[in-house]
């Protein structure tokens, strides 16, 4: 295959791509206007369903402004060679492989950046602070790009090298050594998140005495679940919307409750909510999602080295001087269609999984509670009640509202 062949195949991706995207977009918002269910009539009033129809159109139009922004950049990126002068840039720094691919990306990255926080702006001070959402302040909106690049820089950076070494010392056996470093760093991520990582940027604390605190770990000593660490975070540092989630696993083990939760809804539905987080993990979830995730890793790491050492990859770029960063680039785009299939797949077993967490908090708490609670948060967040079924199953890890209510309600 010639490199100018490669490098169509790579640009029909990107716009086809896109394409399905937009037809998804397109069919999903043609739903906006529908009536809502019978089951879930009393979630929104008139009033309240037509705010909630004028936000997912606003944030439809702008989700279609950004991506067609985004792909006429990349595309730009891609025709005007983009990819040979930042890698002459990082070439011009220094000699060894490992810090011109770390600089390489780094500017790619500060560059991707650059171009997409004005959309996130306009998203969280224009968008969301006219429905009510926003709470972040411009201090909080930049000190989080500040710690996101550094964290990035950090933990990317000692990755990517790592892999780009293995490379260098085991050839095509890399895959495996760069698999095992990313294993490890998976379960320690799974592990250690909420301890490390969340108070970087929010405030965690443990759920006081109390009342709730009393019903949580009666429910939680009757299925027989060990849950000393219950925290709350302050969720509401940048939003109103509510979330409550579960992480780690052994003695690490916690649940955080979002503090706009807590004040959203009654104890008996915070329970509720709390029974379909146990039921993730009395159901394995977490150790199937952690083990899978590990496979793909695996699978894709493979794959990469089957075809990184292949010179065409670059040369497709138009990079004279083939490299591992430029290969991954080109393999990145080529791989496309797979992480597609698979990230299908993996909303699918979501899906499963959510219903499977609902079915627990039902036959050990109770269904109405978490009806309740639902219907509530999605009130809270306008969500879109009535979506295609199409862009359902290409984008949603959760069934939809009513998916779930029915489910509830057998």
């Given at each position: 295959m010639?490199p100018e062949?490669l490098f ?6 990107l716009?086809?791509?896109f ?12 739903h ?6 019978a089951?879930?009539?009393d979630?929104f009033?008139e009033?309240?369903?037509k705010k909630?129809q ?16 985004s ?11 983009g990819f040979?002068y ?10 060894n492989?490992i810090i011109?691919a770390?600089v390489?990306?780094?500017i790619?990255?500060?560059?991707s950046?650059?171009l997409?926080t004005?959309?996130?702006y306009?998203?969280t001070f224009?968008i969301?602070?006219k429905?009510?959402?926003n709470k972040?302040t411009r ?10 690049w ?5 933990i990317?950076?000692i ?5 780009i070494?293995?490379y260098q ?7 495996l050594?760069?698999?095992g470093i990313v294993?490890v760093?998976?379960?320690l991520?799974n592990l250690f998140y909420?301890?490390f ?6 405030k ?5 005495e ?6 949580i770990?009666?429910?939680?000593s ?5 849950l000393?660490?219950i925290?709350v975070i302050?969720?509401s540092k940048?939003s109103?919307?509510?979330?409550a989630y579960?992480?780690?696993f052994?003695?690490?083990k916690?649940?955080t409750l ?9 104890e008996?539905?915070?329970v509720?909510v709390l029974?379909?987080?146990v039921g993730?993990y009395?159901?394995n979830?977490?150790?199937i999602?952690?083990f899978?995730a590990?496979?793909t890793?695996?699978?894709t790491?493979w794959?990469?080295?089957l075809f990184?050492?292949n010179p ?5 770029l138009?990079v004279?001087?083939p490299?591992?960063?430029?290969g991954?680039i080109a393999f990145?785009?080529l791989?496309?269609?797979?992480s597609?299939?698979t990230?299908?797949l993996?909303n699918?077993?979501?899906r499963?999984f959510?219903?499977?967490a609902?079915?627990y908090?039902k036959n050990?708490f109770?269904?109405p ?9 999605s ?13 359902v199953?290409?984008?949603?890890s959760?069934p939809?509202?009513l998916?779930?209510?029915r489910?509830l309600?057998?």
């Amino acid at each position: 295959m010639k490199p100018e062949t490669l490098f169509y195949i790579i640009i029909a991706i990107l716009v086809i791509s896109f394409v399905i995207d937009q037809i998804l977009d397109y069919l999903n918002a043609k739903h906006f206007n529908d009536p809502l269910p019978a089951e879930l009539q009393d979630v929104f009033d008139e009033e309240e369903y037509k705010k909630s129809q004028r936000y997912k159109k606003e944030r439809n139009k702008f989700s279609t402004l950004t991506a067609t922004v985004s792909l006429i950049a990349t595309l730009l990126f891609f025709f005007m060679d983009g990819f040979a002068y930042v890698d002459g840039l990082a070439r011009s720094v220094s000699n060894n492989e490992i810090i011109i691919a770390l600089v390489f990306f780094g500017i790619i990255m500060i560059a991707s950046d650059i171009l997409t926080t004005p959309f996130n702006y306009y998203s969280t001070f224009v968008i969301e602070e006219k429905y009510g959402f926003n709470k972040t302040t411009r201090k909080t909106f930049f000190f989080d790009k500040v710690k996101g690049w550094l964290m990035g820089a950090i933990i990317g950076g000692i990755l990517m090298g790592a892999i780009i070494w293995f490379y260098q010392s085991t050839g095509k056996n890399f895959w495996l050594y760069a698999w095992g470093i990313v294993t490890v760093f998976t379960v320690l991520m799974n592990l250690f998140y909420a301890r490390f990582i969340v108070p970087l940027f929010n405030k965690q604390t443990p759920l006081e005495e109390g009342t709730l605190r009393s019903q949580i770990e009666t429910y939680a000593s009757k299925v027989g679940f060990t849950l000393d660490k219950i925290f709350v975070i302050d969720g509401s540092k940048r939003s109103t919307k509510a979330n409550a989630y579960f992480s780690g696993f052994g003695s690490e083990k916690r649940v955080t409750l979002y503090d706009t939760l807590i004040k959203d809804l009654n104890e008996e539905e915070i329970v509720a909510v709390l029974a379909h987080e146990v039921g993730h993990y009395k159901r394995n979830h977490i150790i199937i999602n952690l083990f899978t995730a590990i496979i793909t890793t695996g699978f894709t790491l493979w794959l990469l080295s089957l075809f990184i050492g292949n010179p065409i990859l670059s040369e497709a770029l138009n990079v004279s001087q083939p490299s591992f960063h430029i290969g991954l680039i080109a393999f990145g785009v080529l791989y496309t269609p797979i992480s597609g299939i698979t990230s299908l797949l993996m909303n699918y077993l979501s899906r499963k999984f959510e219903y499977q967490a609902d079915n627990y908090a039902k036959n050990t708490f109770a269904a109405p509670p978490l009806i309740s609670g639902l219907k509530k948060l999605s009130k809270n967040s306008l969500s879109n009640l009535t979506p295609h079924p199409l862009y359902v199953f290409a984008h949603y890890s959760h069934p939809t509202l009513l998916q779930r209510f029915r489910n509830l309600k057998k």
